[in-house]
């Protein structure tokens, strides 16, 4: 029996760990719910050559009334039962309260129910990584901007390659696989003056703006381009449509394969969305700021 298809029963609480065994065939189930997409998909890898399969829908806050039967599906489309996954990978977020809750709660209870251990991902992680398997480029520098609602955005930067997991004496895969490398965690800027707020963060003279790919959906949503452009003094560069600014589970279950090679898996009851913010709603008094910065702004959020 092959490593990798061998069951993990990992007690309550309880670390468990992923292959190490070089070239094992590994297959996933992936879950992304941080936004109003919800995104299950099904990622199979042997021999050095992956295939997925995704099914995508823009659900808003239905998500739990359709997550499980698009389980079913894309398992189904896939030819894959739920008992042939070695792991369960989610969307930890940030995000959408409400979305990540589900996503985090339908991956423990398979997670549970199946015996197999959670890999968390970061979503602007895979919106990075997705910008850069969508372009020609080997490699890049990736900047997320995602509309977190109530004049705020959810900001990371990334480096993106695709390079061999090393992994020295333990084996491992010996494949590329995306590797994300933070430049700036995610966090919460306010989307008044976000260029300059952003600056501040910036990781260095040797990531030029002019260079950096964009990734999230609130580049064209919330009409930050012209005003990033501006700041920096470089020719607008090109940012993804809403259709093409969510989280796919085929881009989460992809980076989920090089945490899987690493041992970076959570038992079920460790699992937890990641916040990086604890307040969803405003109050009355920064509503009607809100609203007045709008009208003095034009309408603009």
């Known amino acids: 029996m092959d490593t990798a298809s061998v069951p993990v029963r990992p007690s309550p609480g309880a670390r468990v760990q992923g292959t190490r065994e070089a070239g094992a065939p590994l297959c996933l189930l992936a879950l992304a719910t941080s936004g109003e997409w919800c995104s299950v998909g099904v990622y199979r890898h042997r021999d050095g050559i992956g295939e997925s399969d995704c099914l995508s829908e823009r659900l808003g806050n239905a998500q739990s009334e359709r997550i499980l039967a698009m ?12 008992d042939q996954f070695d792991a369960v990978a989610f969307d930890a977020g940030p995000g ?8 985090c709660a339908v991956a423990q209870g398979l997670g549970l129910a199946l015996g197999r251990p959670l890999i968390a991902i970061d979503a602007p992680a895979a919106l990075a990584w997705q910008r850069v398997r969508g372009s020609s480029a ?11 609602r109530i004049d705020e955005l959810y900001v990371a930067m990334y480096r993106i390659e695709a390079v061999a997991h090393d992994a020295g004496s333990g084996g491992g895969c010996t494949f590329p696989l995306p590797l994300a490398r933070p430049l700036i965690a995610p966090r919460v800027l306010p989307r008044q003056r976000f260029a300059e707020a952003l600056e501040a963060l910036w990781p260095g003279r040797e990531v030029a703006a002019g260079e950096v790919l964009l990734a999230g959906n609130a580049w064209r949503r919330l009409g930050l381009l012209a005003e990033w452009a501006a700041h920096h003094g470089v020719a607008p560069v090109p940012a993804p449509g809403e259709d093409e600014s969510y989280v796919r589970a085929d881009a989460l279950a992809e980076l989920a394969h090089r945490s899987w090679c690493e041992g970076a ?3 079920p009851a460790e699992a937890s969305p990641r916040y990086v913010r604890d307040k969803i709603a405003l109050d009355r008094d920064e509503q009607r700021a809100l609203r007045e910065r709008r009208t003095a702004g034009g309408g603009r959020p």
């Open 71 to 82: 389980v079913r599906e894309a398992s189904a489309n896939a030819g894959v039962a739920l």
């Open 96 to 103: 959408a309260f409400t979305g990540l809750r589900i996503g």
């Open 138 to 148: 080997p490699a890049a520098w990736v900047l997320v901007a995602s509309d977190a």
């Open 265 to 267: 898996v959570l038992a």
